[in-house]
């Protein structure tokens, strides 16, 4: 059975589905006021593998992962800009869709943009100023009224008071206490704004996830999932909005990956140590990258770093060498119980153990090379597409990253050359002539094969 680690169980448990064989995914996608860093890869490919192995396990999977579209962030970035807001969000969706197509991550059900469900989530503050959870404050924002739930802390583990003696927190008058949070802000000149019964305003960033999922999932579904820094408050409060207003159980299973970290200290934009897909892609394969992310637990630290890259593309070349000349068939129907499937399967079933299942890969690849067994490169293949790795025609994988290394001095025909020029050494016994070629062009990147068919070269 598939284990999940619920966040808000702290714990593993057995995944159960609201409905037999039906899971209902919600996952708090970007912000789109800017490109994609890789801590947003993260969480695009992450919950693509979670999806995948759904999907693999038979299950019928509803994957919802929003886009905001509107915040405090975008608004002002917009006006730098002087453009509108709609403008600068639609060429950066524009720009998440071509990332995450980069990365192999397969679109989601559904994609709902905040600005589309504004009717819904003032009906959602409706539902709870009506029950006295929340309140308009006099300067036309309206507040959640923290103290009212009185399961507010239960994702995090935080108390009320212990929040308020441990926490800064900025003074403003128009709060009941200063740990409410807004719902509703009151519109200022010049900004986007809705009406509302409150005046002419815009959602707070917390109403709209409770607002789209329950529109697209219910008010009850199986799993929420985003990046750990969303565990609080963002989906604290979601919580206390979704039960507050319905009486009713939210979600089932919390699942939060990890941080991605860069000189241990959190990637983000606001710290400015941030990298984003784009500039990554000018070096390494996308492929490369998802290999990165998945080679590491979702919730576990993931640490960045240039060698830790080379690191993986040095791994994820060894698969792609293992299948290079060994025929495939399509494999429709895998049989779980071959015991290296099974390994494989029993990871992932372990809250989606992907570095488990990744040295299972291995495995068949050390086979392969042992055995030339195209049965074991078809499973070998099957298997990663679980992972969306190693579709690829190696050939071409293998040459792409060759190509790769013209976009520094080195170019294809100079290498060529040089593979040649060691060629001709060796046939004339000047022997340290030929290791230094092949030591200068390792210096550079490319790796050079010798076998009975003659030289082959590849970039590490």
Known sequence: MLKIYNSIAREKQDFVPLVPQEVKIYVCGMTVYDYCHLGHARVLVVFDMVVRWFKAENFAVTYVRNVTDIDDKIIKRAQENNESFETLTSRFIQAMHEDSAALGVTHPTYEPRATSYVEQMIHMIQILVDKKLAYPASNGDVYYAVHSFPEYGK????????????????????????????????????????????????????????????????????????????????????????????????????????????????????????????????????????????????????????????????????????????????VTEIDWNNAVARKFRDAMNDDFNTPEAISVLFELASDINKSGSKESASLLKRLGSFLGLLQQNPQDYLQNKAVMCESNSLTRDTIELLIEQRINARKEGRYAEADLIRKNLLEQGIILEDSAQGTTWRHQ
């Open 155 to 330: 994702l995090s583990g935080k108390s009320l008071d212990d929040l308020r003696a441990g926490q800064r927190v900025e003074i403003d008058t128009n709060k009941t206490d200063p740990l409410d949070f807004v719902l509703w802000k009151s519109a200022k000149p010049g900004e986007p704004s809705w009406d509302s019964p409150w005046g002419k305003g815009r959602p707070g960033w917390h109403i709209e996830c409770s607002a789209m999922s329950e529109q697209l999932l219910g008010v009850h579904f199986d799993i929420h999932g985003g990046g750990q820094d969303l565990q609080f408050p963002h989906h604290e409060n979601e919580i206390a909005q979704s039960e507050g207003a319905h009486d009713h159980p939210f979600v089932n299973y919390w699942m939060h990956n990890g941080f991605v970290r860069v000189d241990n200290e959190k990637m983000s934009k606001s710290l400015g140590n941030f990298f984003t897909v784009r500039e990554i892609l000018k070096h390494y394969q996308a492929e490369v990258i998802r290999f990165f992310i998945l080679r590491a637990h979702y919730r576990s630290p993931l640490n960045y770093s240039d060698q830790h890259l080379k690191d993986t593309k040095l791994a994820l070349d060894r698969l792609y060498i293992a299948l290079k000349d060994v025929e495939t068939t399509e």
